[in-house]
T-cell receptor
């Protein structure tokens, strides 16, 4: 039982490049989320999903796209990377609305 | 939308002293509340959760938190700090006008334990 798996662990991009951060969970959780963590700002919600085919915006969605074609996978796409997107990104899942979040180990992204 | 306020971005305590980390929330409906801990260069781990059962919640590593509806607070305490408690702590809420589908985090409190 791997839990929530994020890849890659580290990534360096140049401004304007695109990439996809992968997230997979093997717990059959309906709810999945993407957060970014920046010093002094805690975790801010980017996008979330309440089930396959259903996604919605969080607090800071600009510059990011998501899709949820299966229960297991919830990739995060950066369409045109900007230095302001330098951050640590966490994917998380939970079973129900009153369940705790299970976090992946994070992806540290640097945009130069 | 629901929100979480953590007072004090940095808290220092002596080893063996009481740990008190403050969390206040806003929610128009009964919230679900969580405390998470993050050790350096690691992900977040659940410490404890409140989901409308007992108002005093006990978690891992000797931590506990009390839900006080009248004060809209969910402060985290530990009677005696240990060096291994040095980490960043996050309070989180689900519920309120933002609905239960989202989980909103506070800005975090870094705990330093002085030997």
């Amino acid at each position: 039982n791997a839990g929530v798996t994020q890849t890659p662990k580290f990534q360096v991009l140049k401004t304007g490049q695109s990439m996809t951060l992968q997230c997979a969970q093997d717990m059959n959780h309906e709810y999945m989320s993407w957060y970014r963590q920046d010093p002094g700002m805690g975790l801010r919600l980017i996008h979330y999903s309440v089930g396959a085919g259903i996604t919605d915006q969080g607090e800071v969605p600009n510059g990011y796209n998501v899709s949820r074609s299966t229960t297991e996978d919830f990739p995060l796409r950066l369409l045109s990377a900007a230095p302001s997107q330098t951050s640590v990104y966490f994917c998380a899942s939970r079973e129900t609305v009153n369940s705790p979040l299970h976090f992946g180990n994070g992806t540290r992204l640097t945009v130069t | 939308a629901q929100s979480v306020t953590q007072l004090g971005s940095h808290v220092s305590v002596s080893e063996g002293a009481l740990v008190l980390l403050r969390c206040n929330y806003s929610s128009s409906v009964p919230p679900y509340l969580f405390w998470y801990v993050q050790y350096p260069n690691q992900g977040l781990q659940l410490l404890l959760k409140y989901t409308s059962a007992a108002t005093l919640v006990k978690g891992i590593n000797g931590f506990e938190a009390e839900f006080k509806k009248s004060e809209t607070s969910f402060h985290l305490t530990k009677p005696s700090a240990h060096m291994s408690d040095a980490a960043e702590y996050f309070c989180a809420v689900s519920g309120g006008s933002g609905g239960y589908q989202k989980v909103t985090f506070g800005t975090g409190t870094k705990l330093q334990v002085i030997p």
